[in-house]
């Protein structure tokens, strides 16, 4: 997916915003799963 995407900037000048909002939203994805993880290693530590 990551090689195609710049395929599509170039193409498309119109459709980078959307493609940002992918980044944005793939960040988001990663950060709440960093979240989960802390928060579930948490809840093993005290168990």
């Known amino acids: 997916m990551s090689k195609i995407k ?3 900037k170039k ?3 119109s ?3 959307y ?3 992918w980044h ?3 960040t988001v994805c990663m950060i709440g799963e ?3 993880t802390l928060l ?3 809840k093993n530590k005290k168990k």
């Open 6 to 8: 710049p395929q599509i």
């Open 11 to 13: 193409n498309n000048p």
């Open 15 to 17: 459709k980078s915003n």
């Open 19 to 21: 493609s940002d909002g």
């Open 24 to 26: 944005i939203f793939g």
């Open 34 to 36: 960093m979240a989960l």
């Open 40 to 42: 579930g290693g948490a």
